[in-house]
């Protein structure tokens, strides 16, 4: 069994235990439901920032534990005050070592749009995103039908949260809702966890040209970055290349830094 069939095989369990302990009646009690979202498309598009999703993740099955001391609260809301365009938080427990108060946390100190990075295949999963504070969350494609894509995303847009619909190569767009406004490109391969850089670049131009398009994975160094925003992203997801400093929201901030230099040089 591949690691993505042993997530989605885990996370299938994992929900039917949390429908049980918390009913979705006792999710729209939340004191999030009634709030209105930040809306994570219109600040990745905001001129006056990056397009920087900047990442929480403790742990991944690739890398193990990446760094395990970072505060979720502190980390987000230094990313936020460095320049990024938004956050995204990993909820997933079993396989990444984050937990749904991990995205409270950052959603009560930090005020940029907050991503919910979950593997979803519930409707129940979407109500509880809402209810735990999200703004966004993260459709993977490779683990849904085409219909189940579809309910999930209407869900999620009658309850007042973005989707970030997530590929990883040029046969997932034709699974994509026509609603589909924010698109992920991911270089990672979720079976093998292996990078590959040129896949980004060889599929946007597939992609809606309405769509808000976003890089996932792989962006290592500024250069990478001005790359992609050359080949037409919007966004871009950054996670473990911050995570894995000592202190991450000063990695991110010094990256903002290089990518300002660059973008004064070329003025």
Known sequence: M?????????KQHEVMQ??????????????YFPEPVRSLKSS?????????IAEFKRQSPSRGVINSLACPAEVCRAYIDSGASAVSVLTDSEFFGGRNTDLIKVKENC???????????????????KSIGADAILLIVDILSKDELRNLSL???????????????????EKLPP????????????????INRELPVNV????????????????????????????????????????????????????????????????
Request: charged residues 30%; hydrophobic residues 40%; contains cysteine.
């Open 204 to 267: 946007i131009n597939r992609l809606p040209e309405e769509s808000v398009r976003i890089a996932e994975s792989g962006i290592r160094s500024v250069r990478d970055l001005v790359n992609l925003r050359i080949a037409g992203f919007d966004g871009f997801l950054i996670g473990e290349r911050f995570m894995k400093s000592p202190d991450p929201g000063a990695s991110c901030r010094k990256f903002i830094r290089e990518i300002a230099t660059i973008n004064n040089e070329q003025v």
């Open 179 to 194: 609603e589909a406004a924010i698109i992920g490109i991911n270089s990672r391969n979720l079976d093998s966890f292996r």
């Open 18 to 31: 949390l429908k049980k302990s918390f009913p979705v009646p006792e999710l729209e009690k939340s004191r």
């Open 155 to 173: 869900l999620a847009s009658s309850l007042g949260l973005e989707v970030l619909f997530e590929i990883h190569d040029g046969e997932g767009i």
């Open 111 to 129: 005020n940029g749009p907050v991503l919910r990075k979950e593997f979803i295949i519930d409707e129940y999963q979407v109500v509880e995103s």
């Open 44 to 52: 990745v598009l905001d001129r006056e920032k990056n397009g920087i």
């Open 2 to 10: 591949h690691i993505l069939e042993k997530i989605v095989a885990s």
